[in-house]
């Protein structure tokens, strides 16, 4: 079955970095758009970028537009979300997701997801 996995979650302070990575396994995402979520305590789930499978589009939600890139390597079957200048409301669990086409912004109704990586940003 297709798997997806993340890593590169962890603390780091206002003004940091982090780089997430999400490798996907038991097939290639041929044609697949994929894209990051994430969930802070007490919200609702929302969409953070999306690359398509091309990677020649990318979309970004206003929060984070100017500050994260996401960027993919199809040959290695990995997409990654360099975030840069993080700020305390970026603290949440972040989702690697896929979906054929396009992402949906219904994160319900999109094929794939990872299983989540902490992202902590302190002041």
């Known amino acids: 079955q297709v798997q997806l996995v993340e890593s590169g979650g962890g603390l780091v302070q206002a003004g940091g970095s982090l780089r997430l990575s999400c490798a996907a396994s038991g097939r290639t995402f041929s044609g697949y758009a994929m894209g990051w979520f994430r969930q802070a305590p007490g919200k609702e789930r929302e969409f953070v970028a999306e690359i398509r499978w091309s990677g020649g589009r990318t979309y970004y939600s206003d929060a984070v537009k100017g500050r994260f890139t996401i960027s993919r390597d199809n040959a290695k079957n990995t997409v990654y979300l360099q975030m840069s200048n993080l700020k305390p409301e970026d603290t949440a669990v972040y989702y690697c997701?896929?979906?054929?086409?396009?992402?949906?912004?219904?994160?319900?109704?999109?094929?794939?997801w990872g299983q989540g990586t902490q992202v902590t940003v302190s002041s």
């Open positions: 997701a896929g979906n054929l086409g396009n992402i949906r912004s219904d994160w319900h109704e999109n094929d794939y």
